[in-house]
């Protein structure tokens, strides 16, 4: 089994990254046509070798500067080798696939029961259509008649490698996310089963601070942790006012080391689904932030107090940022630059998503390489990657990765 020397911890969004998951684009990417693209949150269709490959070379960029990189699907492998928990799994994941119809469950049960461990994860990653298995006349329902091969009976999930957004590690605990879109929901269920069976989480007695059973949406991409004390949490396309006062209920009242969130607002839009594809930390007083949104956001802060918490409303982001972290200067980067063009072109592809392995310095994609330009300028060390093909899924290299520990 996978191991890890020290406990699940994350206090700082930009303190030397020590182990992240990473999920490598696979199979579940040739489901992607262009009749079910929008549904599955794509925008186009990858190119499943070359995103792979830049894939690769993000995963060795982050170990040659000493990052632990764990997968996801190893992970789950892994524990579905316990017979038990693979047959736990199986029932589960029809479930939350919505497969009702009693000769398909059964039939499909006995299927991947035959199965290995490594060919259920992937099955459960890379999805199953009608057209991989062998069904009777006698067994076909309307659904099977009406989608004919597209039928997918377990969903394939390509959006699986932005790992940042299925879940959180919040301090010593986890946060699973309580997805918003029905392409995503399955991808908790994958976590969920880590957290619970694999010994990363279970020898440490990790806590969790939110999971799927709580019906307000909250993703793991709204979510910064900025310090000890203090984590920003996006109110966005995907995340709920609902949500984030359950979380912060959560944190407050079940021990963690955290006292304030900052909720920030943002407008809902396709092109910045998550907080972190518009502002993100570089350094101790640093931040990056998509100019083209100013003017439209709100900032309130949730304060915990001796008997539950209050809520009020900040100046701004600058001033609430300042009084949150203690700092007495916090320079706010402008991703793009002023040019509204350049900054909007640059954001859809994720300038803003930055990465920060350590005080200062970041891994972003090559080709925004106006805002990459300005980071460096301000003395941001800039670690560039290929990401035309991983572009695609519109998400950057802080969506890709799911840090377990930060020193
Ligand atoms: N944290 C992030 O911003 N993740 C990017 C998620 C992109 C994915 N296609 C989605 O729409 O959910």
């Not at 040659?64 to 080798?81: A, G």
């Not at 309580?178 to 969920?192: D, F, N, V, W």
């Not at 320079?331 to 350590?358: F, K």
Request: hydrophobic share 40%; proline share 5%.
């Amino acid at each position: 089994m996978t191991k890890v020397v020290t406990a699940p911890r994350v206090n700082s969004e930009i303190n030397k990254l020590k182990t992240t998951i990473l999920h490598r684009p696979g199979k579940e990417l040739e489901r992607l046509t262009p009749q079910n693209l929008s549904e599955l949150l794509f925008d186009d269709i990858p190119w499943v070798r070359r995103i792979q490959e830049e894939h690769d070379n993000f995963a060795k960029v982050l170990q040659q500067n000493e990052v632990q990189v764990l997968y996801l699907q190893n992970l789950l492998e892994e524990i579905l080798k316990e017979e038990d928990v693979k047959e736990k799994f199986i029932e589960e994941l029809l479930q939350v696939n919505g497969v009702t119809s009693p000769k398909i469950n059964n039939y499909l049960k006995e299927f991947l029961k035959e199965k290995s461990s490594n060919e259920v994860a992937e099955i459960a990653i890379a999805g199953l259509a009608l057209n991989e298995i062998k069904i009777k006349k006698s067994m076909m329902g309307l659904a099977e008649y009406i989608y004919q091969d597209n039928y997918f009976y377990i969903k394939p999930l390509p959006n699986l490698y932005f790992t940042r957004d299925p879940g959180a590690m919040i301090d010593g605990g986890l946060m699973i996310s309580s997805m918003k879109t029905a392409a995503r929901k399955p991808e908790t269920l994958i976590l969920k089963y880590i957290y619970k069976y694999h010994e990363i989480f279970r020898k440490n007695n990790i806590p969790w601070w939110y999971d799927d059973s709580y019906p307000h949406s909250i993703e793991g991409g709204d979510v910064l942790v900025l310090s000890e004390k203090v984590i920003a949490v996006g109110c966005s396309e995907r995340t709920t006012p609902q949500a984030i006062e359950q979380l912060a209920h959560n944190l407050f009242e079940k021990g963690s080391s955290v006292e304030r969130i900052l909720v920030v607002q943002i407008p809902i839009n396709r092109s910045y689904m998550h907080l972190d594809t518009v502002f993100t930390m570089v350094d101790t007083n640093r931040f990056v932030f998509y100019p083209g949104i100013k003017n439209e956001l709100r900032v309130f802060s949730i304060i915990k107090e001796e008997k539950g918490f209050s809520i009020h409303q900040e100046k701004d982001l600058q001033t609430a940022l300042k009084n949150a972290l203690n700092l007495y200067t916090i320079d706010i980067i402008p991703t793009g630059g002023l040019n509204a063009i350049t900054s909007a072109r640059e954001q859809w592809n994720d300038s803003t998503n930055t990465l920060a392995i350590a005080p200062g310095v970041i891994v972003t994609y090559s080709r925004n390489e106006i805002s990459n330009k300005i980071m460096e300028k301000e003395g941001i060390k800039v670690i560039p990657i290929e990401g035309s093909e991983l572009s695609r899924g519109r998400g950057g290299p802080r969506c890709m990765t799911m840090p377990l520990l930060r020193e």
